[in-house]
């Protein structure tokens, strides 16, 4: 069994995420702002745990990471709000590596999006450029880490019917951004958390032919 915190769990992937999750038998925890979403928790078989990331200090972050075997940051802004953006999407996501640091959590799975890097290509005057920013930040702060970190980058998000099979961009076989059902992002997050061979990996992915596991199993081979 492994103990799983999900922050920003109250998001349309980490419920999902945490179903999937508890139901394998890991014992998950979703961290969340307001008290009111607890029986959406609760109802994935997950554990509520109330905390404001964007405004918690360091002592307090680690305190609610420590005993956890593994981190899964799903949280976000939400845009509409550059300040907020970069408040949470940046600066929350990497005080929440030094505290899984802190806490003695080694493995660490970031959910960003397919595109984010230094050369993501938005414009300053797009509402998108803060998020851009503040994404492409995070991922690259958490590898400078020493933790035992994957960051994952769907591409634009759908609430199609579950597939359950991705495309993954490589250097070998390149693909452009296309989408990714939100249940799809799930499925990679809990296959992610139980696949060894994506520590140290950037995995960015449409849907596609490849079941996850496989195309997972692979990740640091293409």
């Given at each position: 069994?492994?103990?799983?915190?999900?922050?920003?769990?109250?998001?349309?992937?980490?419920?999902?995420?945490?179903?999937?999750?508890?139901?394998?038998?890991?014992?998950?925890?979703?961290?969340?702002?307001?008290?009111d979403?607890?029986?959406?928790?609760?109802?994935?078989?997950?554990?509520?745990?109330?905390?404001?990331?964007?405004?918690?200090?360091?002592?307090?972050?680690?305190?609610?990471l420590?005993?956890f075997?593994?981190?899964?940051?799903?949280?976000?802004?939400?845009?509409?709000?550059?300040?907020?953006?970069?408040?949470?999407?940046?600066?929350?996501?990497?005080?929440?590596?030094?505290?899984?640091?802190?806490?003695?959590?080694?493995?660490?799975?970031?959910?960003?999006?397919?595109?984010?890097?230094?050369?993501?290509?938005?414009?300053?005057?797009?509402?998108?450029?803060?998020?851009?920013?503040?994404?492409?930040?995070?991922?690259?702060?958490?590898?400078?880490?020493?933790?035992?970190?994957?960051?994952?980058?769907?591409s634009?998000?759908?609430?199609?019917?579950?597939?359950?099979?991705?495309?993954?961009?490589?250097?070998?076989?390149?693909?452009?951004?296309?989408?990714?059902?939100?249940?799809?992002?799930?499925?990679?997050?809990?296959?992610?958390?139980?696949?060894?061979?994506?520590?140290?990996?950037?995995?960015?992915?449409?849907?596609?032919?490849?079941?996850?596991?496989?195309?997972?199993a692979?990740?640091?081979?293409?």
């Amino acid at each position: 069994m492994t103990k799983v915190a999900i922050i920003g769990g109250h998001g349309k992937i980490a419920l999902k995420a945490a179903r999937l999750l508890s139901a394998r038998g890991d014992a998950v925890t979703s961290i969340i702002r307001n008290p009111d979403h607890s029986a959406d928790i609760e109802a994935t078989g997950a554990a509520p745990l109330v905390l404001d990331v964007e405004n918690a200090g360091p002592a307090e972050l680690a305190d609610a990471l420590r005993g956890f075997d593994a981190v899964v940051w799903s949280a976000g802004a939400g845009g509409g709000n550059p300040a907020r953006t970069y408040a949470v999407d940046r600066d929350a996501a990497i005080a929440s590596f030094a505290a899984a640091t802190t806490a003695g959590v080694r493995r660490y799975v970031m959910v960003s999006y397919f595109g984010a890097g230094p050369d993501h290509g938005v414009p300053e005057d797009n509402s998108f450029y803060p998020y851009a920013q503040a994404k492409s930040a995070a991922d690259a702060a958490l590898e400078q880490t020493d933790l035992d970190w994957t960051i994952l980058r769907p591409s634009r998000l759908s609430d199609e019917p579950d597939a359950g099979s991705i495309a993954v961009n490589t250097a070998a076989h390149p693909i452009d951004k296309g989408s990714v059902r939100r249940s799809t992002v799930a499925e990679v997050i809990a296959a992610t958390l139980a696949t060894p061979a994506t520590v140290g990996a950037i995995v960015e992915f449409n849907d596609g032919p490849t079941p996850v596991a496989d195309a997972l199993a692979s990740s640091r081979s293409n």
